[in-house]
Structures are given as C-alpha cells and as structure tokens.
C-alpha cells in the first residue's frame, strides 16, 4: 500500500510515470513525450492520506482589522488534497488574552479553508506620548479540525502572529479604540477609523488620556473621515497627531 511505501521510504516520491521524485519527497518534473504523466487533481505524486494541515499567512497583521489566513490539507506528498470538501477547520487563539472577530469556522473546498478574521490582542501597556505598545503575550494562532474522509484529528503547527505594534499598529486615519481595564490592568484594544466629522494623524493621538479620533478643526471639511481633511483657506500642518493652523 502507499502508507506502507511511504513509511520505509520517507524521502522518496513514488510518482506517476513521466515524473522524477526528488530528495525531498516531492514529484518536480514531467517529461512531456511520456505517455500516461499524471494530470489527477492531488497532483504528479502517487495520493496518500492526510499527513498534516498547513497554514499561510500575512507577514504583518494589524489590530482588529480583517485578514486572510489559508489552511491546506496535505499528504504525505505535501500535495493538497483536493479532493476534500466535507472536513471543517475551526481556530483558536493559543491564549485568552486575544480575542478572534469573524467565523472561526469554515468549511474546505477541494482541500482548503480560507479564513477571513481580525485580531483584538490585549496590551500591557501604552504610552500615547511616546507612541508605543507593549502586549501581554505573543499573538498565536491554533488551527484544527476533524478529517472526513478518515475520521481522525487534524492539526497544524501554531501560526505566530506578527502584529503591528507603536504608531504604526493601526492604518492610518484609524485610532487605537481601547475597551476598559481587566483586573490585571491590561487592556484589549483594535483600530476603528474616524467617523466623518472626525479625523486621526496618529493612532494613539487622542484629545484626552486614550487614543481618539479629533473633531473636525473649523474651516476644515471631514466629510469622508480617516484621515482626510479639506480647508479651504488658511495654511495647515499636521503635527503631534493633529492639524494646527499655521
């Protein structure tokens, strides 16, 4: 059987005919005057089993705002198998100091689920005149979930999440919108843009002792909020997170 194969020959790809196994298990070549190469959906290597679920995403993740994580079901090949459209992934924060927003679970389509989430972590500590952050623990993420087709447990490595932290950990024209303490001081936090009528240069600017966005200065038009503002006379600098006429 392919199990039996794979479990005494770790290294090699067992391919279709046309195909060249390489080191690393994994089928890199056709030749194109071969007859019978192997156009099956898995892939050129031979099927197996599922083997473990691998997981992309974003180098840089900022607070509560949507990103896209995708979870593979892979052989022994490393080829998504493909054929699975049944099998529900859900995630899990590896910690109960960040929280997830949006489906935590989601369906495969042909081996894959693709997560659309945001994360709202908590923060130690924020210093608004200096402009830094400092999180309670290391943001990570859990995926798993049942197989299908076999029935038996699927998981994947914790995907660590590299969140944006500072003046730059929210886009801009977006504030830093902190929920009230917990008993241990921390605060969980995620960026929210600027209403019209409002505006924001700096994420952790803010009127009073939290981030905030400003109100619209007078004479300026803030009609589409963020960061966007329109004066129609007078010469305006951005300065310390907000406009000053000068």
């Known amino acids: ?15 279709s005919e046309g195909f060249t196994g390489s080191p690393d298990g994994v089928c890199v070549a056709c030749n194109a005057s071969a007859d019978g190469c192997n156009e099956a959906m898995y892939g050129p290597c031979v099927a197996s089993d599922y083997r473990t679920l691998a997981v992309r995403g974003p180098a840089v993740v900022l607070a509560g705002t949507e990103f896209e994580a995708r979870v593979e079901k892979r052989d022994f090949y490393s080829q998504r198998v493909r054929s699975d459209s049944a099998s529900i992934i859900v995630v899990d924060a590896e910690s109960e100091e960040l929280a ?15 997560f659309a989430v945001a994360l709202k972590p908590q923060f130690a500590s924020i210093d608004t005149e200096q402009g830094s952050t400092e999180l309670v623990s290391e943001p990570a ?3 798993r979930g049942t197989d299908a087709e076999l029935g038996g447990a699927m998981t994947a490595d914790r995907l660590l999440v590299n969140l944006s932290l500072g003046s730059a950990l929210c886009p801009r024209g977006s504030v830093l919108a902190l929920d009230d303490p917990v008993p241990s001081g921390a605060r969980a936090g995620a960026c929210t843009r600027c209403r019209a009528g409002t505006y924001s240069l700096l994420p952790l600017a803010g009127p ?13 038009d803030c009609a589409a909020g963020g960061d966007r503002v329109q004066f ?9 997170g907000v406009y000053v006429l000068t």
């Open 1 to 15: 059987s392919i199990s039996a194969r794979a479990s005494t020959e770790r290294y090699h790809c067992f391919c």
């Open 100 to 114: 997830i927003l949006g489906a935590r679970f989601v369906g495969m389509r042909f081996g894959e689920s693709v």
């Open 141 to 143: 993420l859990l995926f």
């Open 208 to 220: 009073g002792t939290d981030p905030a966005c400003f109100v619209c200065p007078e004479g300026g």
């Open 232 to 240: 129609a006379a007078g010469e305006w600098r951005g300065g310390g």
